[in-house]
């Protein structure tokens, strides 16, 4: 009886954990819709902070982070967006600026507002978005652009 109860309990536990997986896929899901339609930054603001902080859930990883910021960079216009993504980043210990003494690898040998910034200037065509990541990544005050390939997002630009 004791060996059916410990399997009841597991079986349920990862049911559970399936039902929570479940759940933050799909807030994520509509969270990203929300960015993409881009008429309500307020409202996606409100969102990704409700779900930062549900401790119900898994929190949300570099990867969905850099999707938000590469979705928000496309509409060219969601600053305040753009900001507390880089925020919740930072927070995680992601480097935001492109100094050669960081590890790329587990984001596919890229940096962390490679994505963004190449959706901003290339997709969007928006100098301010592009400017407002740079900044960004050189915030900190150590910043280093020394592996930043500008030549192809200049001449994307211009």
Known sequence: AKTTGSAAAAAFSKSSSEAKEAQATMLFQELRERVKQGSDELRAIIALEERASNLNLRPLTRVELQQLLEDAARTG?????????????????????????????????????????????????????????????????EGDVSQLNANPLLRAAA
């Open 77 to 141: 216009h969601q600053f305040a967006f753009i900001k507390a993504v880089c925020t919740l980043l930072e927070g995680m210990g992601v480097a935001l600026d492109w100094a050669s003494s960081h590890d790329c690898s587990p984001n596919l040998g890229r940096f962390a507002l490679d994505a963004a910034l190449e959706a901003a200037v290339g997709e969007a065509a928006n100098e301010e978005a592009a400017l407002l990541l740079l900044d960004l990544g050189l915030g900190s005050g």
